[in-house]
Every structure is written in structure tokens, then in C-alpha cells.
């Protein structure tokens, strides 16, 4: 990742140097490695697999970060904190650029495909969240959203391992479902942190999807336990607004079983991920799948 | 280029037809389909190559419009006069995304590596001149900020073009040159028109490259042949600041033989185009070649 700024200005070098710097879990180059690596795919294709998706990830963080005016990100300062806008929007271009290169260098042309449609899906995801009216209390909204902004990720990336992999059209679908399901459940995990997580470690406001407006599974099945509470009625016409309402909100969404039941939601997930994992062979990229799958829903942050 | 949205949130589909309304030359896919119709490539592969490389021009110019507060372009008003911030990054980010998925669609590895590559000379080109002090009266600096921002993607469309063509290495390699070179003209005589250009037709004010301290080949020319002029002597010192000086700068350039120096230079890099189509059969393609190298030259706007 660090090499793909080399030949570039050195403002530029230097922004990529402070966005790795800044680290991350790095969860989805792990996914493609241990998927890869169980299928018997060549290791320098998984790296660059891997590099290739989180400096795609990356990218789209740095636009986010532009677009949400955030300041903070993994503890740090966002480039839009220390740039000017027009610098940012150009790091993010270069980026996807250099993302776009690292999943060409795979030499798998379905693949380089599969990588530019999902970041299609991506953005338009984004574009959509954008254009969609808050305090939209919906199903079937949530389920588009949390695949666009996340499952497909990682959907595309334990596929696209198993794609490089000599493994056969059963495999493949069960790796790319196994991707699918734990994206589903990590970015549901992330949803239920904002509202019962450790402020500090996720440097997130309790409640700022709320704040935002946006409506997140717990509030989900809240909402649906409790159609009359005023709060929740208020939120469709711009009731998120008020941030004392919406303190008093989530408030009551923590002291409900809403959290845990967005939570038993998740490891049904994990369950299916874990699933696609049952005719896989025994060995430690095995073992190691099922623990990534559990970490995602024990994770704190 | 149309069907890139078709299954996209209908803002953005709406955005995608007031982009291609617009309009536009096309250059770029022009010579991309003369190029490879002359050499035989598959029709199907030129016009998804065209549509890639436009789209790519497109995705480019949204986030320049953003960046420079660009109101106007082709006499229709840009993205970011009518959406917000945010929503002209994210339109931007989908052209990407599309225009790559299109270059994928080729089927030919090399030519997507080729693109992706493009893609980042042209972002880092536009972040150098960025960190670039304005008001530098540099040649150098001139030379490579003409090839990143416009001679790129020239080249790469024609070489790209002549790759997925029954074509040897010798042909390519002719074509590359020919796309560089009228890339290179297709510059030189932009920066001119800013000078020299019916306003109306260029829809810029004139001069507004030094008015944004951007010193192009005719200021550069006047400069050599003018060293002590005080409003030369004041650009590296924010001179380009002082709407009157430039004015009359501005004046005194158009007043003398730079544009026309300026021209023969470009002129110069026809012939190189020109020259590098000697050794093609006779054909139509090669003689609509010819004239589109010619037009470049010859254009007004």
C-alpha cells in the first residue's frame, strides 16, 4: 500500500504515509489472506488482493470524512482536518486509482470487473443514504444500506480470493456468502456500538447515527416494540434534529432488548457465515475464518 | 456511456444525462474508433473503450468544476452549481467506478493496468500543480503539467486502441505517439485560446489562466522575450493577484508574436502526429486521422 505513492508529489506521499499511519484492523485484507490462503491461491496475488481492497476502503473513508466535515478517525486527525478540501478530493481520486492498478496487477480480469462494480455499488449506496430523507425508519432501507456501505466489501473480497484460488463454482459461492454474511453482521455490530459501546474506543457521541438522522437496526426493533413513543414519531419529520429528544432516545433504546436483539440478528449471520465454512477442509486458514467470524460480533470497537 | 447509471439512485441517473447533455467534443472516443477501425480492432472493444475514456474525462472535469468553483462549462451550468458539495464528490467517485468498470469490460488486462494508470497521472498531476506555487514561469513545470493533465489520456486512448487491434509492437507504439503528440498540441492550443479566443465560444474571460496564476506557453514565451517587464517580474511574487496588472499582461502578450510562437510549437507536434501515421495503409480512417490532427490545430474553442 505504502509503495503505491512512490513516483507520486511528496504532499501526497506523505498523506498516505499519515492515512496507513493511522492503522485500522485491517479486517478485510485478513479475510482475503485466510480465504486465499485455505483454497491454495499464490500468495502474491492475495497481497495484492489485499492492498487492493483496503486502499479502495481507505478511499472511500477519505471522501466520507470530507462529506461528513469529521475531524477524527482510529484517534487521528482526517485529512480534511489538515487539508484543504480540494487536496482531499484529489487523495481519495489517487487512491481509487491506485486501487483500481493494485486489482489490475491480480492479472484476473472477472476480478478487476467485480472490483469496480462494487465500488459502484458503493458510492451509490452513499449517493442514495444522501438523497434518502431522514429519520426513515425502514427494513428494507437498513438491509440496502448496511450491504452497500459494507457486506459488499467484504462480499467482493473473500470471492474474489477464492476466485484467484483453484477452487471450483461451489466453492467460490460458498467464500463469497461467507464474505456477505460476516459484512452483514460486522456492520450490524457496528450500528449496535453506537449506541452501547465505549465512547473513548469507538470516538464516536453515543448516538450519532440518531444525531444524523440515521436509523439503525437497534432503533429499528425499538421502533417496532414502541410505534407510539413520541420520539420515534417525531423522527421522520426531522424529530433527529433535536438533540435532547434524541439523548432521551437512545437512553431508552439502550435500557430496551433492542441492542441485544440487533445483536442476536448478528450472530444469525455469523451462524450462516460459519455455515459456508462446513465443507471447507480442516487446517489453521479454517480455524482462523471461524475466529474473525466470532470476533466480529464480540469486538468492542 | 448513458446505461452507466441505469440501475443507480434516479438523482444520480438525472446527473448522469445533465453531464452528457452538455455535450462536448468527444476527441478523446473520436480517436480511440478512427484508430482502431483502421487497424481493425473489434467495433464492440472501441466503443466501450470510448465510453471508458470519456466517462474518465467526465468523472476528471466534476471534481475540477468542484475544486475550482467552476459554475459554467460547455455553457451549461456544472454539477456543483446545482448540487451540493457533497453529491458532486460522490457523482464523481461513480464515474470512476463505472469508467473502470468499462475499461474492465474490454477484456484486455494490459489496457485496464494502462488505464488505471492514466487515471493516477492525471490526479497527481492535478495535486502537483496544487502544491505548485502559482505564478512559476517554468518550462519544465509546463511540460508535465500539459502531459498529466491532457496528453495522458490522449495517448493512452490511442495506444489503448491500437492494443486491442491486430497491431504489432511497432504500430502501437506509432499510435502511442500519435496520441501523445495531438494530446500535447490539443494543450498548447487550449492555453492559447485563452488568450487569443472568442470569449463567448471558450466561456472563460480571457486570460484566466494567469488570473489564476497559471503561467501557460504564450505568457512563458513573452516572458523569455520580456524578462524585465515589471508584470512578469511580479508573478513569481503573487502578482497574478492584481486583476489590473494581468489585464494589461494579458494585453501586452496578445500584443506580441507569443501566441503565434506558441502555435508554431504546437503545429510542430502535428507533424510529429502527423509523421507517425506514415507508415498506415492508405485509408479512410487514416485520412480522418489526418484531419482530426488537423482540426486540433485549427479550432476555435
Redesign the interface.
Known amino acids: 500500500m505504502r509503495a503505491q505513492a512512490d ?3 511528496s ?2 506521499r506523505a498523506a498516505l504515509e499519515h492515512l496507513l499511519a493511522a492503522g485500522g484492523k485491517r479486517v478485510r485484507p485478513t479475510l482475503g489472506l485466510l480465504v486465499g490462503n485455505m483454497l491454495g491461491a499464490p500468495l502474491e496475488k492475495l497481497v495484492t488482493l489485499g492492498a487492493a481492497v483496503e486502499l479502495l476502503h481507505t478511499a ?1 473513508l477519505v ?1 466520507d470524512d ?2 461528513d466535515g469529521a475531524l477524527l478517525r482510529r484517534g487521528m486527525p482526517t485529512l480534511n482536518a489538515r487539508w484543504s ?3 482531499t ?6 487512491l ?3 486501487a ?2 493494485l ?3 491480480t ?1 484476473h ?1 472477472p476480478l ?2 467485480l ?3 462494487t ?2 455499488t458503493i ?2 449506496g ?3 443514504q ?2 434518502t430523507s431522514r429519520g426513515l425508519i425502514n427494513r428494507e432501507n437498513y438491509d440496502k444500506r448496511i450491504y452497500a456501505k459494507t457486506a459488499s466489501l467484504f462480499e467482493m473480497t473473500s470471492r474474489a480470493a477464492a476466485m484467484v484460488s483453484p477452487a471450483d463454482e461451489t466453492v467460490i459461492e460458498s467464500m463469497r456468502c461467507f464474505g456477505y454474511e460476516i459484512g452483514v453482521a460486522f456492520q450490524i455490530v457496528d450500528d449496535i456500538l453506537d449506541f452501547t459501546g465505549d465512547q473513548n474506543a469507538v470516538g464516536k457521541p453515543l448516538g450519532s447515527d440518531l444525531l444524523n438522522g440515521l436509523v439503525t437496526l437497534p432503533a429499528i426493533y425499538y421502533a417496532e416494540a414502541n410505534p407510539e413513543d413520541p420520539d420515534v414519531l417525531s423522527l421522520p419529520n426531522g424529530g433527529w434534529t433535536n438533540n435532547e429528544n434524541m439523548t432521551r432516545l437512545v437512553e431508552n433504546i439502550r435500557a430496551t432488548d433492542a441492542p441485544k436483539r440487533a445483536m442476536n440478528e448478528a450472530e444469525g449471520h455469523i451462524e450462516s457465515a460459519l455455515a459456508s465454512l462446513d465443507s471447507m477442509p480442516s487446517c489453521a486458514e479454517r480455524d482462523a475464518l471461524e475466529n474473525l467470524a466470532k470476533y466480529i460480533v464480540d469486538r468492542k470497537v
Do not use: Q
Open positions: 513516483e507520486a508529489h504532499d501526497l472511500t471522501h470530507l462529506i478540501p480540494p487536496a478530493v484529489l487523495t481519495g481520486d489517487f481509487f486509482a491506485r483500481a492498478k486489482a489490475a496487477d492479472d480480469l478487476m470487473k472490483f469496480s462494480e465500488l459502484a458510492v451509490n452513499e449517493l442514495t444522501m438523497f
